[in-house]
């Protein structure tokens, strides 16, 4: 039988060895997804309470600790001695979304949109799953970015204890008006809102925002906070256990379950391992200068007391600060030099007292800088004090280092 004029003829090994490459090419084909879609763990550093900076590829969470992959060896670290994690390569800041959502827990979500019914809020944060809240554990949500002129009234009013929900008109002149009545409902144009009983539809281009009566602040601590690299902040108790290597999972109020890609984070703070003094209110400070003045000894402190400038604290000799040790610290940290801005000065002498002890005692007679590591398990009450020498106390000003409790 001759073939059709458009099939031309070829012999039967070469027919046979065209179905069996071609089966071998589907096969392949079948093959590819799975291995293609195996994502590749992210590259990432964690600083520890030690100081130590670990890298290597995320393996996941185990909810009391994080693991990472370096080279062939898992390693796992518990949570207590992890003080920050960001990618080995990290990612740019990005504009965000305007809206803003604040949670009960002091959680602040930017949102491309938020609607709501009478009983739950739908936040959708970009290019992240929508977060579907219980609307008691929403604080308020802000339709527009923060400003000079209306920042200070709107914090205001967020700080308030609310008899009803507010909605808040921002009028021509940047003034808010907070009308009081029952939020129903919000879809993409309008916010649903009873007033005095009768149903209106306020449109939400004319409006500031919305703060919700029904929330109550949360009491729990947060140990960790998550920055993405949209301005969002989420505050959680800790990372929920999950072996992704992309990706992070954790629990908002409400027992609400959110992921978030590692590639939208730009740093994770745990609060836990590490406590910076620079950034705590202390228990009390006081200053008492070697020249007695008339001056009410409350304002002596406010104008030359301890300072906090960064992660440091600055003081000039007879100032002192106290601050609080919660239970499971184990360890006060930091070192202590002239100050820079000094170029000359006298003898200065710094003390660190533990609940009215002297644990550690150095004089500071030049530019050098004596770092300290003083026990404190157990401890109520820790004190960082400076005293002038015989020599008087002309630029004795010396500035403590990173003090921090560590667990």
């Not at 890298?55 to 390693?75: K, P």
């Not at 409400?254 to 950034?279: P, Y």
């Not at 600060?321 to 239970?327: D, H, S």
């Amino acid at each position: 039988m001759k073939p059709f004029p458009w099939l031309p003829a070829i012999s039967c090994a070469k027919v046979l060895g065209t179905a069996v490459f071609g089966a071998a090419v589907f096969a392949a084909a079948l093959l590819v997804p799975a291995f293609a879609s195996r994502v590749q763990a992210t590259e990432v550093r964690i600083e520890l309470s030690s100081g130590e900076v670990v890298g290597g590829r995320w393996a996941g969470s185990t909810g009391s600790s994080v693991r990472l992959e370096d080279g062939s060896s898992l390693r796992e670290f518990p949570v207590d001695q992890v003080v920050a994690l960001t990618l080995a390569a990290s990612q740019e800041s990005s504009t965000g979304p305007t809206i803003n959502v604040s949670l009960t827990n002091g959680s602040s979500i930017f949102a491309q949109d938020v609607s709501m019914d009478d009983t739950t809020v739908i936040i959708e944060p970009r290019r992240q799953s929508e977060i579907r809240v219980p609307i008691d554990q929403v604080r308020s949500i802000r339709f527009r970015l923060g400003a000079p002129a209306t920042d200070p009234q709107w914090f205001g009013l967020e700080d308030k204890e609310l008899r009803s929900d507010l909605m808040v008109i921002r009028r021509g002149n940047d003034q808010l008006d907070p009308i009081e009545g029952v939020v129903v409902g919000l879809d993409p144009q309008n916010l649903l809102f009873e007033l005095d009983g009768d149903p209106i539809e306020a449109p939400r281009d004319r409006l500031e925002g919305v703060l919700l009566r029904s929330a109550a602040a949360s009491n729990a601590r947060a140990a960790v906070k998550i920055s993405d690299i949209y301005g969002s902040t989420f505050l959680t108790a800790r990372l929920e256990q999950s072996d992704a290597t992309d990706a992070i999972e954790i629990l908002l109020p409400g027992q609400v379950r959110h992921r978030i890609a590692l590639d939208q984070i730009e740093r994770i703070t745990w609060s836990s391992g590490r406590v910076m003094l620079a950034r705590e209110t202390p228990a009390s400070t006081r200053m008492s200068p070697l020249l007695q003045t008339k001056l009410p000894t409350n304002l002596v402190t406010d104008w030359f007391g301890p300072a906090a400038e960064g992660e440091d604290l600055v003081m000039v000799a007879g100032g002192n600060a106290e601050y609080r040790v919660e239970p499971g610290f184990q360890t006060l940290a930091g070192s202590v030099g002239r100050d820079t801005l000094v170029s000359a000065g006298g003898t200065v002498t710094v003390r660190v007292v533990v609940d009215g002890e002297v644990q550690w005692e150095q004089s500071l007679t030049d530019s050098n800088t004596k770092g300290f590591r003083v026990p404190v398990a157990g401890a109520n009450r820790i004190r960082l004090e400076t005293l002038a020498g015989g020599d008087g106390d002309v630029g004795d000003q010396v500035r403590f280092l990173k003090p921090r409790l560590m667990k």
